[in-house]
């Protein structure tokens, strides 16, 4: 079975909510800085911590460029 890019649905909300996920997860990204606190993420099928300090460098590293 072959599946559809959420870009193509026919329904406007679905295909804005890649976006939206996209914008939430930055929040989630600075609020972490902000406070001081690690996220938690899903990669590769596994569920994978990432401290505050990583996302300080991570960030300083995409704002440069």
Do not use: W
């Not at 938690?40 to 590293?61: D, F, N």
């Amino acid at each position: 079975m072959k599946t559809k890019d959420i870009s193509e649905a026919k329904d406007k909300d679905l295909r804005a909510s890649m976006a939206a996920l996209q914008r939430a997860a930055l929040v989630a990204r600075k609020t972490a800085i902000q406070t001081d606190t690690g996220i938690v993420i899903h990669r590769k099928g596994q569920l994978v911590r990432i401290p505050a300090s990583e996302l300080r460098e991570s960030t300083v590293v995409r704002e440069e460029s």
